[in-house]
């Protein structure tokens, strides 16, 4: 890693993540990915290469400072990882050298010779982004997939495997490694993103896409929650969803009170795209709204719904 590089890793910040002790803006995963990629990123065209999964900015704005990067396309599931990395940018240059898309769809990887990803920890996710790498992207594609060697597991070498006949791991350096996968198999499935699942016993059709927490099923407290739903303020006429994950509870008040009209939030990008799903296969879009919003401190993590 170079010294300019270096400097500007040092001078990232995480806001506007909630402070915590052991909260750092990069780590040994970012630096070796950036590292193992060089080859490829020397003289890469200009949008050719993607960012998956970048926390606050260091492996985005790393590759563009480093090797002069333009037209580089970012998606990050948290949207306080993609402000964080909108305000890096801002302060520390590079801003127009890239753009952040908070789809995960086609448009994210069409005609991409390099994917740099952070590997998430949820097999499900990498899988969704692995079979759309392989479906859409140039056909010379190359992956590079770091983490830290504490969060994977050889179940990820079978993942990408489904979707890349060449897949490789790196040496380890500092507690982290990284994956290379390359020649894709696009034929090896049809998008199976979002999965769905009926619960009859909630009367709703639960759609999830690979990120979003607890998949398509209905968890214990969210099943308790449901069950309440329906005496919970009476004379409520609007209620908001925070952290609404894949849109139970939502479309759960939603179907057992049509007079109340439901705003659903969080700041993750799949559970949005998983919870209008949910909605549409209810056919509730035109009582629940779906947002990509951060909520209060603490409400990110737990789905709560309150009236007002």
């Known amino acids: 890693m170079d010294r300019v590089t270096e400097a500007l890793l040092a001078a990232l910040r995480c806001d506007p993540e909630i402070p915590a002790p052991d909260l750092v803006a990069v780590d040994a995963a970012d630096r070796l990915l950036l590292d193992e990629a060089a080859p490829l990123l020397d003289g890469a065209a ?6 998956v999964g970048d926390r606050y900015g260091a492996v985005t704005l790393g590759a563009v400072h480093r090797f002069g990067l333009s037209g580089v396309r970012a998606h990050t599931d948290r949207l306080t990882g993609e402000l964080a990395l909108a305000g890096n940018a801002a302060r520390l240059g590079g801003a127009d050298a890239f753009r952040s898309l908070a789809g995960l769809g086609p448009e994210l990887v069409s005609g991409a010779r390099v994917v740099l990803l ?7 996710a990498l899988d969704e982004v692995a079979g759309l790498v392989a479906r859409h992207a140039d056909p010379a594609v190359a992956v590079v997939a770091a ?62 896409h690979g990120a979003a927490f607890a998949g398509a099923r209905v968890d214990i407290g969210t099943r308790f929650l449901a069950e309440h739903l329906a005496g919970a303020v009476p004379d409520a006429r609007t209620a908001v969803d925070l952290g609404c994950g894949t849109g139970v509870l939502a479309s759960a008040l939603a179907t057992a009170r049509p007079g109340v009209e439901v705003v659903a ?44």
């Open 118 to 124: 952070l590997l998430p920890r949820s097999l499900d």
């Open 265 to 308: 939030t969080d700041e993750s990008a799949a559970a949005v795209a998983s919870a209008r799903a949910t909605v549409a296969a209810n056919a509730l879009g035109e009582r629940v709204r779906v947002r990509r919003a951060r909520g209060p401190p603490g409400s990110r993590t737990r789905a709560r719904t309150s009236s007002c």
């Open 147 to 208: 983490g830290r060697e504490k969060h994977m597991s050889r179940a990820m070498n079978e993942v990408l495997a489904r979707h890349f006949g060449v897949v490789r791991a790196s040496r380890g350096r500092q507690k982290a490694r990284v994956l290379h996968a390359a020649e894709p198999r696009p034929s090896s499935g049809e998008d199976a993103w979002p999965v769905t699942a009926l619960h009859d016993d909630l009367g709703l059709t639960v759609c999830a």
């Open 46 to 51: 200009p949008g050719t290469v993607v960012v």
